[in-house]
């Protein structure tokens, strides 16, 4: 068996990390539809201090808010998912929210709401620094956004202007209502537009609030489709990639990752391997391996593998010269990240290390060592290559060995003869 201490793998002994933060925040949001939801439809079994002071107005309006609060949550929480800053100030908003909401709604089933925002609040806050990155969007996205809040705007401003030749209209409220409700074309005609001026922008209103939303759903659906269908057919998206913190980076594929890769996964240690060749990382996506296919020695892939927040970097294929490079770049790239390097040819040890390389291991010169001291009497060197490739001396000495065999049969011969 492995010696490996377990608390120093890494990815291991994270009791506050991303992971947990994101979870927690998802397990809120779940709970604040939930329990919003089951209270609006059936008729709630209060309990707790607060029920003779809570209106049941406010009791039903916490209920109505708490499952709209819990859908801002899965925002948020996929925002940390991409290691977005704005995802966890919204988080940290929202949490209380949801925590004051459970407590106004005074129901059973508000309990666990109540006690999951209390785990969930200091976990989000203990993660703070993790989250560090800028919300990006692109041009497109951009315009999407603001098309649908320009669409909005106007509907809600030109509706509370007309409201006199509008039924039903009275309040900004109403206005946004009717705005809402004729931009997305459900239109549940408790509104009606009185006059011709007032169909004119009704009509102007359905015209520019359907292209806004087919704009939206465009620029901002369509990339979480496209990163679940990358999901299914096995290929990494971006967001599993900004979830990597304190894991290991192999960079490239070859005869010698193989024993690295199988170690990782034992330890259940966090790693992600770089390969340009694309059917290679299918193979190894269909092992449930994080792989990425692209040119372990360039800077914008040894970015998006999160090296800046790795623990180790290892290259061990079967071409030095490759590893090198790689090395190199990802020296110059992390200057304090610590690199491991297999040298397949024992003289390019000491290129390696001048690439960059923290430790160089030569396995066929380990190997040549162990097997020559062997041949020449030396004993343990069994036990050190049971102990290096992590196997029980016991398990191959059950057995009896074939050399075991023939030295007793040669004793034999020899005493007769």
Sequence with gaps: MSSVDPSRVPGLGRVAGVRVAVLATTVVAVLSVVTGVANIVTPPRLIGPLVPVVPDTVRSAAGFTGTLTGFALFVAATGMRRGLRAGWY???????????????????????????????????????????????????????????????????AG????????????????????????????????????????RLFTMSLVVLGTASFGIAIGVLITPAIEARFSEVLGRVTQADLELLEDHVIVLGYGDLTEPILNELSELSAEFVVVTPDEAQSNRLAGREFLTLVGDPSDEETLDRVGLDRATAVVAATNNDAEDALAVLTARHVAPSVRIVAAATDRENVNKLRRAGADTVISPA???????????????GMEDVAAQVIGTDRSDTDSPPRESESVEHTTGGRDDGE
Excluded: K, M
């Excluded at 209209?169 to 009185?194: C, I, K, N, Q, W």
């Excluded at 162990?370 to 020449?376: I, K």
């Design 159 to 198: 509706a509370f202007a007309l409201r006199e030749q509008f039924s039903n209209v009275e309040t900004v409220l109403d206005a946004f209502y009717f705005t809402l409700v004729t931009a997305s074309t459900v239109g549940y005609g408790d509104v009606t537009a009185g006059s011709q001026t007032a």
């Design 90 to 156: 919204a988080s940290v908003a929202l949490l209380p929210i949801t925590l004051a909401q459970g407590v106004i709604q005074t129901s059973q089933l508000s309990v666990p709401l109540v006690v999951a925002s209390l785990v969930a609040l200091p976990s989000v806050a203990y993660s703070r620094e993790r989250f560090d990155r800028p919300l990006s969007l692109s041009t497109s996205q951009l315009a999407g956004a603001t098309a649908i809040a320009a669409v909005q705007l106007y509907g809600t």
């Design 365 to 379: 010169s380990i190997g040549g060592h162990l097997l020559v001291q062997s041949a020449l009497g030396a004993e």
